[in-house]
Nanobody, 121 residues
Framework: QVQLLESGGGLVQPGGSLRLSCAAS????????MGWYRQAPGKQRELVAT???????NYADSVKGRFTISRDNAKNTVYLQMNSLKPEDTAVYYC???????????????WGQGTQVTVSS
C-alpha cells in the first residue's frame, strides 16, 4: 500500500501563488507516475499535471505556463508550484500515484485526501 499526504492549500488572491506538496510513504518502490488532479464542485475530477520517475511531465492546457510539477525522488515527494492563480483554479487538489499512471484519473490507484485551493479576492 502507498499513502499520500498533501499539504500547502489555502486561500490566495487572483494572481497569487501557492505551492502544494505530496509526500508518499509505504511501498513506494512500486511507484513510477505521480500527479495532481483537481475537482471543483459539480465537476468531474480533471488532470492538472503528471510526472514520471524519469522526470517527463504532462500538463493540462489550462495550467500550462502557470503551474510547474516537480518531484524529489530521494524524499518521495511531488510538488506543484502554482503561479498566476485564477478564480477558476479553485478546487480540491488531489495527489495521485501509480506504478504505471496515465492521463485519466482512473489510471491511478493511490490518492491523497485532497487539499482545498481557493482563489478569491
Amino acid at each position: 500500500q502507498v499513502q499520500l499526504l498533501e499539504s500547502g492549500g489555502g486561500l490566495v488572491q487572483p494572481g497569487g501563488s501557492l505551492r502544494l506538496s505530496c509526500a508518499a510513504s509505504g511501498t513506494i518502490f512500486s511507484i513510477n507516475a505521480m500527479g495532481w488532479y483537481r475537482q471543483a464542485p459539480g465537476k468531474q475530477r480533471e488532470l492538472v499535471a503528471t510526472i514520471a520517475s524519469g522526470g517527463s511531465t504532462n500538463y493540462a492546457d489550462s495550467v500550462k505556463g502557470r503551474f510547474t510539477i516537480s518531484r524529489d525522488n530521494a524524499k518521495n515527494t511531488v510538488y506543484l508550484q502554482m503561479n498566476s492563480l485564477k478564480p477558476e483554479d479553485t478546487a480540491v487538489y488531489y495527489c495521485a500515484a501509480d506504478s504505471v499512471g496515465g492521463t485519466h484519473y482512473r489510471d491511478y490507484a493511490y490518492w491523497g485526501q485532497g487539499t482545498q485551493v481557493t482563489v478569491s479576492s
